[in-house]
C-alpha cells in the first residue's frame, strides 16, 4: 500500500507560481510501479483531471486549461512527485489531490479518476484576482 501526502498549496495572486509536493510512504517497490497523477476539485464537483506522469517519468499529460502553465515530475528514490504550477489564474483554485495507479505498465499515463487506487488528502490553493 501507498499513503499520500500533499503539501505546497496556499495562497497566491494571479500570475504568481506555487510548487506541490507529493510525498509517499510505504514500499519503494510500489511507488515506482505506480504511474502518478495530479487532480483537483471545487465544492460540489467531481475530480478533475490536471496532470499525469508514468512510472519512470519519460511520459507525461496535462489537462488542456493547465497545458504550457503547469509541469509534472517525479523522483522514484524520494518517493515525491511534484507540480510546479506557474502564472497561476482565479479557475485553478481548488484543492489538490495526488493520486496513485498501482502496478500501472511502463508507458501508462493515467487519466481516469476512477483508475487510481491511492489518494491523499489534498491541499488547498487559492489564486486571487
Known amino acids: 500500500q501507498l499513503q499520500l501526502v500533499e503539501s505546497g498549496g496556499g495562497l497566491v495572486q494571479a500570475g504568481g507560481s506555487l510548487r506541490l509536493s507529493c510525498a509517499a510512504s510505504?514500499?519503494?517497490?510500489?511507488?515506482?510501479?505506480?504511474?502518478m497523477g495530479w487532480f483537483r476539485r471545487t465544492p460540489g464537483k467531481e475530480y478533475d483531471f490536471v496532470a499525469s506522469?508514468?512510472?519512470?517519468?519519460?511520459?507525461?499529460r496535462y489537462a488542456d486549461s493547465v497545458k504550457g502553465r503547469f509541469t509534472i515530475s517525479r523522483n522514484n528514490d524520494k518517493k515525491t512527485i511534484d507540480l510546479q504550477m506557474d502564472n497561476l489564474e482565479p479557475d485553478d483554485t481548488a484543492v489538490y489531490y495526488c493520486?496513485?495507479?498501482?502496478?500501472?505498465?511502463?508507458?501508462?499515463?493515467?487519466?481516469?479518476?476512477?483508475?487510481?487506487?491511492?489518494w491523499g488528502q489534498g491541499t488547498q490553493v487559492t489564486v486571487s484576482s
Open positions: 506522469i508514468s512510472r519512470s517519468g519519460g511520459m507525461t
Open positions: 493520486a496513485a495507479d498501482e502496478n500501472a505498465i511502463l508507458t501508462k499515463v493515467t487519466m481516469a479518476a476512477s483508475e487510481f487506487d491511492y
Open positions: 510505504g514500499r519503494a517497490y510500489t511507488f515506482s510501479r505506480s504511474a
